[in-house]
Each structure stands twice: as structure tokens, then as C-alpha cells.
């Protein structure tokens, strides 16, 4: 998933910051159950809103866990231009552009099986980010990302660029 020196436990986030890893590292946390009752599937802390440079740590992240991705969906106002498509790992991956705000991504694996992950914003403090994207992971957790964001101090600004 990301590259880190540090080793962390299982379950946590590594301890090393934000700040030490360069845009197209993936930061991504799945939720660990094959129950998918949570809100989320996941959720993702991407280093910047540049989605041309983001998008294929994160897809191939996903590839390797989840298996071929065909299609993203986010929301074009939250990010520095949204091409129509991506080929990433040798394979085309469809962008659609969804008013869902900026703190969610839409996965779709294959047909009609999709994946909801948080979007953390890439400014968010590191003790801010592990705690929404810590939640967004919970089997139990009910709350909406906007919600997540908010309750954890990740962010709040829904549907505009940060």
C-alpha cells in the first residue's frame, strides 16, 4: 500500500507523518471484515488534489487487495482536473464525475460491486487523519465521511476544494 520505514501494528496507521511521503503514495486503510455493514468501505489520505498523480498509487493499492477496479467516481470540484480515464497498471480505469463532495470516492470492482471510501483531506494533521480514517474502517462505524470529518477535526469544508 503506502512505503514507510516504520513498522506499525496491525490495524494502525504507521507513524511516520504525511509530510515524509511524496504525491502517488497511497495512503489507504480497508476495513479488515467481509461484512461491509459500515457506512464505509474504507478510506483513503491522498497527498494532494492533483488526481492524475494520486489516483494510480491508489488504484493499484486497491487492485492488489481487491482485483481489477474499472471504474472511480469523484466529485470534479474537488480536484485539479478529472480526466475521463486513467491507464493504470496496463488497464483502463473510468473516471465519472459525481456531485458526492469532496470527502468521498466511489470504487467500482466490477459490475454493481462498489466500494465507498472517505477522502481525507491532503492538509489534514496526522493525529486528525488517523482518527477519521481509524472510524471510517469500523465494522460498526454508521456515521456519513462529511460526518467523520467533522467529529474527528479532519476537516469539515464538504463540496469545495480546501
Do not use: C, K
Amino acid at each position: 500500500m503506502a512505503d514507510f520505514d516504520t513498522p506499525t501494528a496491525p490495524g494502525h496507521l504507521p507513524y511516520t507523518g504525511h509530510e515524509a511521503v511524496g504525491p502517488g503514495t497511497a495512503l489507504l486503510r480497508l476495513e479488515t471484515t467481509g461484512s461491509r455493514e459500515g457506512v464505509l468501505d474504507g478510506a483513503w489520505w491522498p497527498r494532494s488534489r492533483d488526481i492524475t498523480e494520486e489516483l494510480p498509487a491508489l488504484i493499484s493499492a486497491l487492485a492488489e487487495h481487491l482485483g481489477p477496479i474499472a471504474r472511480v467516481g469523484l466529485d470534479a470540484a474537488a480536484w485539479d482536473g478529472l480526466p475521463v480515464r486513467l491507464v493504470i497498471d496496463d488497464r483502463v480505469v473510468h473516471i465519472t464525475s459525481f456531485p458526492v463532495g469532496d470527502d468521498t470516492v466511489l470504487i467500482t470492482r466490477g459490475e454493481g460491486d462498489h466500494f465507498s471510501l472517505l477522502v481525507v483531506p491532503p492538509d489534514t494533521p496526522l493525529e486528525a487523519a488517523r482518527a477519521a480514517m481509524a472510524q471510517a474502517v469500523r465494522a460498526d462505524n454508521v456515521a456519513q465521511a462529511r460526518q467523520i470529518l467533522v467529529d474527528t477535526g479532519a476537516g469539515g469544508r464538504t463540496g469545495t476544494r480546501h
